[in-house]
């Protein structure tokens, strides 16, 4: 069951509480089709963010390109980089004609460890990148590199989903909708300000998302279930009513800065709410993007798998914002 409020016209373009546009973004290519997905919405992004955007574009060598030198360390055969230049040459020039700022970068080894370094060296904002791809994986979309570059990004990632065609998430004819779930702890609440910061740089909608994620109260018809289930469902709508009042607190917030915000109350599990949701706001002809934390530097390598966040991130068909609390 889902209860949605709307609310106030939208001033956009502004910024919240003094923190800078999502302007310089790093875009990891690989020469694949597939990581190159990402540039339409990164080009998007950094349209937006006016004067201050800049895209980043960091192609790293294969490693089956490196070839091991008697007099030193692993080396990149002769011609290789000139392939690597020519490419990232084509692809910057793209990315000009469509008025935006680019910086070519080619570096080798690690992709992920790559990827956070020029992050952070080039006081990046935001990384877009690929990922679940159904054919034809790229070592860069793979979900070991993506999982690696959540652990150790300094910055918001962006998770776009491989579609049939690399298009922007979003236009200035159709504006994104940022879909918001919270649970109430510090760590949901800690996207909070860098998502109506992002609102307003894109323009943007939002929904606040609240899942009671109730157990199953199917399965034990009998007994002490039967009970557990009759109590369960005598609390629910208290535990609505709360969830009720917490939503529109933080709602509250967004008309502030006047972003149009919904709220949606549901009594199903959290992942597959999230996932129900987004898939409703798109079918009602919403770009979305959800906008979620993960646990930190302990706690990221399981988010990836089999949490709450994680379990999003294979359901939905929609992108994801990942970002680390400070």
Known sequence: MISQTPSTDQVPFKTAGGLPPYGRIVVPLDGSKLAEEALPTAIAFAQRAGANGKLILLCVSKVEYLSYSRGGPFEVPAGVHEVIDAYLSRVEQEVK????TVEA???EGDPAIAIVDMAHDHHADLIVMVTHAREGMSRLIHGSVADRVLQGAPVPVLLLKHGEEPTALFTKEAQPHLLVPLDGSKLAESVLLRAISLANQLGASATLLRSLDLPDLTVGAQGRAAAANDTIRAIVPTERQ????????VQQRFQAHGIPTAIAVTEGGAALDIAEQARQLNEAGQAVIIVTATHGRAGVGRWLYGSVAGA???LADVPLLVIRPR
């Open 97 to 100: 004609a469509q008025g935006v």
């Open 105 to 107: 970068v080619r570096t």
């Open 242 to 249: 709360t969830a009720t009042r917490y939503l529109e607190q």
């Open 312 to 314: 999003v991130l294979h």
